[in-house]
């Protein structure tokens, strides 16, 4: 049965005022939409039905999310890194997963920060993906994740890679004489000392973390690493 426009209409307004929102970016909608039931109506449908994002949300009654005047701000990497890491930690401390060094951080979370009024299409236009953002944000503390659950993307891992990998990590803590860091542009950051020292790659630190989901978190990794192993005396 072919929805009316006012039941698209009417979603459009019930996902701005669960998420508190004046704008509705098709971002924001489409995260809200995954968690509903009973079904809503895709954000493709909506764009499609009335020509543009922006015409669907002026119908609803809604602020118009892009505006044509109005200049994006000049923001690079080093801008946005530590807004969203501060957002994350803010959001982990809510849901009390700080204390465990993860927090799923989605893009409806980090919109509409007062601290850090940035667009979501501006983000993907300086970074990239959702994901590479939070992989970018997470350091050694603080584990961030666009989703729930490993990447299927990301290879499965071998016995012998687990092994070769903590062997790394011990080899690049010997070198370093302290922790490595995930830290970019550090020069104690464990891929870039790995690279240095020539050592079997086996996958970045952040993949084992981040995609694979393989430890918890870099200090896990650490543990591991310093743990004897099973044929140890």
Partial sequence: MRASDEALLGDLRQA???????????????????????????????????????????????????????????????????????????????????????????????????????????????????????????????????????NPDTPRYTNRDVEQFLSNVRRVTEHLGRTPTLESGSPHNYDRVETELGLSHVGSAKTWIYRRGHFPSWPAVIRAAGEPTATSS
């Fill in 16 to 150: 701005a005022s669960d998420l508190g929102q004046e704008k509705l970016s098709i971002y924001l909608y489409s995260d809200w939409r995954r968690g509903q039931e009973p079904f809503r109506a895709p954000a493709g449908l909506i764009k499609r039905r009335f020509g543009t994002w922006n015409e669907a949300c002026r119908r609803a009654g809604l602020r118009c999310p892009w505006g044509r005047k109005k200049k994006a701000p000049e923001l690079n990497k080093e801008d946005l890194i530590p807004c969203i890491r501060k957002v994350a930690r803010r959001r982990a401390k809510q849901n009390g997963s700080l204390s465990h060094g993860t927090v799923v951080l989605l893009q409806s979370d980090f919109a509409g920060e007062p601290e850090c009024p940035i667009s979501i299409p501006l983000l993907r236009d300086v970074i990239g993906t959702w994901e590479t953002a939070c992989d970018l944000a997470s350091d050694e503390t603080l584990l961030i994740r666009s989703r729930t659950g490993p």
